[in-house]
């Protein structure tokens, strides 16, 4: 495969391509004369200040084929994103609320088994939200709450030239049947070993570790590269 294939193949892929509607939506919802925020929209979460810590905010919607052909880890895989999205920054998660819209019960109850299993995997609760018991289809949103101490805080936007760049990954997973593009490292882990990977961290940020960093999410791993720089 050449070289110009690649950048063709990644500019292309839809899990970058699906990014592009974020630039016109946060552009008209501005953040910054407010001054408790210190970030915001380009980050894995948004930051905002709470005594000597901030307060990290963050919400993920799961794509709609998913919830429809893989209900199950689509349940997961929302309360896996939003923890992760928390860690990266060198947070810890705190808790999560729901939106769950709901068309087909089948699919309803495959998303709570699946939601059900990450929570005890992650330990983190779910502890509210809303539902729409009479839609059209089917959806799963979570918000999630977590913490960092102002000293501590990695950020998506702080990348410069020179920095060396680091793919820290489970190599210990597979691909579900029928997901070719989630590569899966946790379901059938015990759920100690999973809560210490997330909290390794914490522990980076903590000794000041990393400059930078970023959650890889769809676009892979050089999308979300590409991402970090584009916020950087």
Same mark, same amino acid.
């Given at each position: 495969?050449?070289? /110009? ?18 630039? *016109?939506?946060? &552009?008209?919802? $501005?953040?910054? !004369? ?8 380009? /980050? ?30 689509? &349940?997961?895989?929302?309360? @896996? +994103? ?5 860690? =990266?920054?060198?947070?810890?998660? %705190? ?16 998303? @709570?088994? *699946? ?13 509210? &939200? ?14 999630? %709450? ?12 702080? =990348?410069? !030239? &020179?920095?060396?760049?680091?793919? +820290?990954?489970? %190599?210990? *997973?597979?691909? $579900? !049947? *029928? ?13 100690? =070993? ?18 930078? =960093?970023?959650?890889?999410?769809? $676009?892979?791993?050089?999308?979300? %590269? ?7």
């Amino acid at each position: 495969m050449t070289l /110009e294939a690649i950048i063709e193949a990644i500019r292309t892929f839809p899990g970058v391509t699906r990014k592009r509607a974020v630039h *016109g939506i946060v &552009g008209s919802l $501005p953040t910054k !004369e407010f001054s408790r925020i210190a970030a915001s929209e380009g /980050e894995d979460a948004a930051a905002v200040e709470y005594g000597d810590d901030y307060l990290l905010f963050a919400a993920d919607g799961i794509m709609e084929s998913l919830v429809n052909s893989y209900p199950f880890y689509a &349940g997961y895989f929302a309360v @896996l +994103v939003s923890v992760n999205d928390i860690a =990266a920054m060198g947070g810890k998660p %705190l808790a999560m609320v729901d939106v769950l819209s709901l068309s087909k019960s089948r699919i309803c109850n495959e998303i @709570l088994k *699946g939601m059900s299993v990450a929570v005890k995997k992650f330990n983190v609760p779910i502890v509210g &939200g809303h539902t729409h018991p009479d839609c059209r289809y089917d959806a799963i949103d979570i918000s999630i %709450l977590g913490t960092v101490p102002k000293s501590d805080i990695i950020l998506s936007s702080t =990348a410069e !030239e &020179g920095d060396d760049i680091v793919f +820290v990954m489970d %190599l210990d *997973g597979s691909f $579900p !049947e *029928g997901l070719k593009y989630a590569w899966e490292t946790t379901m059938k882990k015990d759920a100690s =070993a999973i809560q210490a990977q997330v909290e390794m961290m914490s522990i980076i940020a903590s000794k000041h570790l990393a400059h930078a =960093a970023k959650d890889m999410s769809n $676009p892979g791993s050089v999308g979300t %590269l590409g991402m970090m720089l584009e916020s950087s």
